[in-house]
């Protein structure tokens, strides 16, 4: 929690939005049942992810080199799959008690690992 145990607001921006879309479309390339799980899955990802940074804007570690710098993120999932692991961007506005929900990528991707 906050020092004044306050909860902050979670919004999920359009490029978050754009994140889920290529995940979506890679399930997609998958089959129909593995993107049917995906559309079980993603409102649970969302629902869980607002729970805990509304409660714990904190938790996640800065990101210190690269496109993310500045950012905070968090991983979410334990699987040993790959894609169903993701890192979570996002930035917290400690005047508004905000937090945006910038990105979402898989834990490993092309993109190299975060530090």
């Given at each position: 929690?906050?020092k004044?145990?306050?909860k ?12 889920l ?11 129909e049942?593995v ?56 930035e917290v506005?400690d ?21």
């Amino acid at each position: 929690m906050t020092k004044d145990n306050e909860k902050f607001t979670v919004y999920f921006t359009e490029e978050f939005s754009s994140s889920l879309d290529r995940i979506q479309a890679f399930f997609l390339e998958q089959g129909e049942e593995v993107l049917l799980w995906w559309f079980s899955m993603e409102d649970v990802i969302i629902k869980d992810i607002d729970e805990l940074l509304s409660s714990f804007p904190y938790s996640g570690k800065k990101v210190g080199v690269g496109p993310f710098e500045g950012l905070r993120c968090i991983t979410y999932g334990r699987s040993r799959h790959r894609m169903l692991n993701y890192i979570i961007f996002y930035e917290v506005d400690d005047v508004l008690k905000e937090i945006n929900v910038i990105n979402i990528l898989p834990a490993r991707s092309k993109r190299s690992r975060i530090r």
